[in-house]
C-alpha cells in the first residue's frame, strides 16, 4: 500500500506513519502535504479512497474534514468533485435504504461545513429535506404511519449531525437551524411513540415501560441534543481539528450541494386494518433498524462523568468500528480502545457490545463475531477489560430470571464460548447457592445449561476439573456422553431375539448389503415377528450404532440407507417414533442428538411437522423449563425450514436474471442469423440469398442453442418455483401446528384470566404459597438445606429460602416467552399467514397471555 494511503489510514492513530506525534494537528499537516504531492498525478484515486477512508472509519471523519478544507485552499476543482461525489452517494444510499452510508454521509458533510467546504444553508437544505419527507411520511392523509420506522430513521440522522457541527450551524445560521429544531420538535408532537414490545431484554419491561412513559429512543437524543444546546453545544467526545486551521481555513471557498430527494413511501388508505398496519410496520423496520437499543448493565455511577450527548457520541464510534470491521476482529479491537476521546470508556464499551450481542430481534452480526471482539479486548486491555465483563456477566447472572429467553440463550452461548477461550476460570463458588434452588430456577438453569455447552466445547473430565472449588455443581453437570444402546452385549444384559437381529444387521451393512436386501430381510425375518416397534427399534439403533464413531459414519449410513428408514416411517406417526429412538440412543449426549435429528430432516427421513409433535410430546413438555434441548431440536427443525425457503428465493431471482440474459443471447444470436440469410452472395458468378453456407450453419447452430439454454433455464425457473410453492405450504402448515400444539400445553396449565392477566400477575400467585409451604417443612429437610452454605443475596425472584416463583408457574413462563422468541425470530415467514393463524389459533377461546405473547414478538398492538 502506497504511504499516502498509510497516512490517510492511520491519521490520529498513534502509529509508526506519524513517528510517536499524538498531535492532530501534526498528523493533518503531515497527510495534506503527502495528498498535495499525489494529487499531481493520481487526482481520481486519492479522491476516490479519501471518500472511502471517510466512509468506513466515520470516527475520523473531523479529521478528513480538515484535510480537505486545507486541500480547497489549493485545488478547489478537486475539493468540488468531492462534494459532487458526496451528494451522489447519498442520493444513491437513500434511494437504496442504505442507513449507515446515509448517517455517516450526513455527518460528513456536517464537518465540511465546519471545514468552510461547505455552505451552512446548503447542509440546512439537507436537514429540510429530511424532515419534509418525514412530516408527510406520519401525516394520516397524506403519508403512511405504518413506515414511521423510515420517518424516525431521517430525523435521528439530522440530529446525530449536530454533536459534529452544531455550534457552527447556531454560529453561522441560528435562524435556519433554529428552523430546523422547531419543526423536528413539531414532527415528536406528531409521532407515534415508539414501543419496544417484543425487543425489550427483560420481559417485565414489555408491560411496566409503556405505563410509565419512558422516553423511546428518538424522544431520547431530542432530550440529550437539547442539554447539548443548552450547554453552549460543548461536548469532550468530538474533536475538533479544524479551529487549530481556523484562520486559514475562513479564506476558502464554500461550495453548495446540489439537491437532493427522498423516496416516497407508498400511500396507504386511511382506514388501514390492524393486521395490514403491522405487516407494513414490520416491512419498514426491517429496513430502518433501530441502530441501538440500550442494556444498562452497570449502576449509573459508572458514567457519571459523562454527558448524556458523550454516550450517544461514544455508542455512534463503537457501533461504526463494529459495524465497518465485520470480519477483522483484530483491527476492531484495536480502534475500539484507541477511539479520539480524553476518558475512559471500558464500561460504556461492555455495555454497547452486550446490546449488540443480544439485540432483538437479532444482532447485526453473527453471535461470534462479538465474542472475539470480547476475547481480543480483554487481550488488549489486561488490566481493566476482563474484570468489566465479569461484572457484566454477574450483573446479568442477577437479572437472569427477567431476561428474553432468546437473549438468555445467546448469553449462555457466549459464556460457555468465553470461557473455553480462558481455560474455564471462573469463581464458580460464587454461584454455589443456585444448587439451594428448585431445579426450574432461571439461575440454577443458567449454570446447568453453560456447563453443558462447556462439555460440548471441551470434554467432561476438563469441565469438572474447572469447578473443583465448587465440587457440589458437579451435580449439575451432564451425563457423560456416551451411546445407550439397546442391543448392547457388554455385561450382564439379557441377550434377547432383537439382539441377535441387531448384529445380523449390523454384520449386513459392514458387508455393503445393499438398501432393497436389507429392506428384504426385514420384511421376511424382522416386521412379522416383531411388529413396527420392534422392528424400529432394531433398525433404527443398529443404524445410530454404526454411525456413532463420527458424524462422517453417521452421513454414510443415512445416505447408503436412508430408504431403509423412509420404507419402515413413511408417516408422521412412525417418524415421530423414530425420533424418540434417536432421543434414546443419545440421552446422554444432548448435542449429537441433536444433530442425528437435524442430519434426519436435511435427507428428508422425519418431517419439521414430525419433529414439533414430538418436541410436544409429554417427556418433553415437562423439560421445557429446565433444558434447552427441545427447544434447541425445535429451532434447528424451524431454522432448516426457513433456510430452504430463503435459498429457493435466491434461486429464483439468480434464475430471472439468468432469463434475462438467455433472452438477450437468443435474440442477438437471432438477429445475427437473420442478417445473415438476408444478404446476397454471389456463388458461381450468380447471386444467391444467404451468407457463406459454413457460416449460416454456425449462426443457426448457436440460434438454436442459445434458444434452448433459454427454454433450459425457464424450465429450471419453474421448477423451483413449484418448490418454493410447496415449501411455503409446508412452512405454514409448520406455524399452524407449532403455534396450535403451544396454545393446546399452555390452555392446560395456564391459570385462569381472571387470575393472571398478566406475566406480573403469573409471577405473583406463588409467592404466599411458597411462603407457607417453607413454614412447615419437616425438620429433616431444614437440617439438609443446612448442610450446604446458605446466601442472601438479592437476585430477581430469588430470597435467602428459595426461589419463590412456582414450578407450573415458571414453566409457563419458560414457554410463554419461547412463544415471544418464535415470533419474533420468524415474523417475515409468519405475517404472510397471519390472517389464517388469527382464525384458528388465535380466536376468543385462546388465554390472552398467549396471544399477547404471539403479538408482541410480532410487534403488533394487537392482544
Known sequence: MSSWMNLLLRIGDNSQEYSTSSDFKDHIETCFGALRREMEHSENDVLDFLIQCAEQLPHKIPLYGTVIGLTNLENEDFVRKVVETTQTNLQDALDSGNCNRIRILMRFLTVLMCSKVLQPSSLVVVFETLLSSAATTVDEEKGNPSWQACADFYITCILSCLPWGGAELMEQVPEEIERVMVGIEAYLSIRRHASDSGLSFFEDDDETKNGLGEKDFLEDLWSRVQDLSNNGWKLDSVPRPHLSFEAQLVSGKSHEFGPISCPEQTHSPSALSGINYGRQKHEAELKYPQRIRRLNIFPASKFEDLQPIDRFVMEEYLLDVLFFFNGCRKECASFMVGL????????????????????????????????????????????????????????????IADIDMECRTRLILWFSHHLSNFEFIWPWTEWAYVLDLPKWA????????????????????????????????????????????????????????????????????????????????????????????????????????????????????????GQVITKICPDQDKQVMLIAEVGYYWKNNAQVAAIAIDRMMGYRLISNLAIVRWVFSPENIEQFHTSDHPWEVLRNAVSKTYNRISDLRKEISSLKKGIVSAEEAAAKAKAELEVAESKLTLVDGEPVLGENPVRLNRLKLRAEKAKEEEISVRESLEAKEALL???????????????????????????????????????????????????????????NENERQQKSQPNGGRTSNGYNIGEKEQWCLSTLGYVKAFSRQYASEIWPHIEKLDAEVLGENVHPLFRKAVYCGLRCAQS
Not at 465448587?470 to 450382564?492: I, K, M, Q, T
Open 340 to 399: 479520539p476521546v480524553p476518558f475512559r470508556y471500558e464500561y460504556l464499551m461492555a455495555e454497547t457490545i452486550f446490546s449488540q450481542l443480544l439485540m432483538l430481534p437479532q444482532p447485526p452480526f453473527r453471535p461470534i463475531y462479538y465474542t472475539l471482539v470480547i476475547i481480543d479486548l480483554c487481550k488488549a486491555l489486561p488490566g481493566a477489560f476482563p474484570s468489566v465483563v465479569a461484572g457484566a456477566v454477574r450483573a446479568l447472572f442477577e437479572k
Open 442 to 561: 432461571p439461575q440454577r438453569v443458567f449454570v446447568q445449561e453453560v456447563l453443558e455447552r462447556e462439555v460440548r466445547l471441551s470434554y467432561w473430565d476438563k469441565v469438572k476439573q474447572s469447578i473443583e472449588n465448587a465440587p457440589g455443581l458437579e451435580e449439575l453437570l451432564p451425563p457423560r456422553g456416551g451411546p445407550n444402546f439397546r442391543f448392547s452385549v457388554d455385561g450382564d444384559t439379557e441377550r434377547t431375539e432383537l439382539h441377535a437381529l441387531s448384529a445380523d444387521l449390523s454384520n449386513m451393512v459392514k458387508g455393503r448389503a445393499a438398501a432393497r436386501e436389507i429392506i428384504s430381510w426385514i420384511e421376511e425375518s424382522v416386521f412379522p415377528p416383531h411388529g413396527l416397534e420392534g422392528t424400529l427399534k432394531v433398525v433404527t439403533q443398529t443404524f445410530l450404532d454404526i454411525g456413532s464413531k463420527s458424524f462422517t459414519h453417521l452421513i454414510t449410513v443415512l445416505e447408503r440407507y
Open 725 to 783: 410453492a410447496r415449501a411455503l405450504d409446508e412452512n405454514e402448515a409448520l406455524f399452524l401446528s407449532l403455534y396450535k400444539n403451544f396454545s393446546n400445553v399452555l390452555m392446560e396449565r395456564l391459570p385462569d384470566a381472571s387470575i393472571a392477566g398478566t406475566m406480573r400477575e403469573l409471577k405473583s400467585i406463588q409467592v404466599d404459597s411458597m411462603a407457607v409451604d417453607l413454614e412447615e417443612s419437616s425438620t429433616m429437610e431444614v437440617d
